[in-house]
């Protein structure tokens, strides 16, 4: 497998709190992609981090990414009861340079 | 507007039957997937193409054809479905250089009985 077992967890917090979600991949790569998965829904990207780049913001979100280490954490701060879902990172693949995914963290966020 | 379209959403088939999964995208990607996601074993590419004409085998291709005659259009076909077929599969699509996002469909739940 790509993706260390350590993927798969579930987290529940409560809302405005802050929670880190952890990824260890095992192979070589530029870039890790997170994505993020509600109930009935396809994934959706939510966050892209380039090997040139450690750290990435967007709103609420900040990913960092160690290439030392081969892994990748995403947090999210003063989470909210909708972001409620399944958070997945990914690496491309070498086949048409898809997605391989992780197992996926769900998180669920009470008021 | 970048669009991933899957029919059916839902689809029940009987054991032995052929399935058909249809997905269509607006994004003129070149490059289409075929996934399926069950609990455990998170998201695995079945079948993949770059192009119209063009299928290539994923990570668990056993028991599934797929089909690309056009550009927007990917197919993923079960000749003999069997009750361990039974998940949500989720066709995408992408430009093939790994870091532009991934568009995903809203999947299809199927059941096989």
């Known amino acids: 497998s790509q993706w260390g077992e350590e993927n798969l967890q579930a987290l529940s917090i409560q809302e405005g709190e802050d929670v880190t979600m952890n990824c260890s991949y095992k192979?070589?790569?530029?870039?890790v992609h997170w994505y993020r998965q509600d109930s009935g829904r396809g994934p959706a990207l939510i966050i892209l981090?380039?090997?040139?780049?450690r750290e990435k913001r967007s709103g609420r979100l900040r990913a960092t990414l160690d290439t030392s280490s081969q892994s990748s954490s995403l947090s999210i701060t003063a989470a909210q009861c909708e972001d409620t879902a399944v958070y997945f990172c990914?690496?491309?693949?070498?086949?048409?340079?898809?997605?391989?995914f992780g197992l996926g963290t769900r998180v669920s966020v009470f008021p | 507007e970048a669009a991933v379209t899957q029919s059916p959403r839902n689809k029940v088939a009987v054991t032995g039957g052929k399935v058909t999964l249809s997905c269509n995208q607006t994004?003129?990607?070149?490059?289409m997937y075929w996934y399926r996601q069950d609990t455990g074993h998170g998201l695995r590419l079945i079948h993949y193409?770059?192009?119209?004409?063009?299928?290539e085998k994923g990570d668990i291709p056993d028991g599934y054809k797929a089909s690309r005659p056009s550009q927007e259009n990917f197919s993923l076909i079960l000749e003999l479905a069997t009750p361990s077929q039974t998940s949500v599969y989720f066709c995408?699509?992408?430009?093939?250089?790994?870091?532009?996002?991934?568009?995903f469909g809203k999947g299809t739940r199927l059941t096989v009985v």
């Open positions: 981090i380039r090997s040139n780049e």
């Open positions: 994004n003129n990607h070149n490059n």
């Open positions: 990914a690496t491309v693949n070498n086949y048409a340079q898809g997605l391989t």
């Open positions: 995408a699509s992408g430009d093939g250089t790994g870091h532009t996002e991934v568009f």
């Open positions: 193409s770059y192009g119209a004409g063009s299928t």
């Open positions: 192979t070589y790569t530029t870039v």
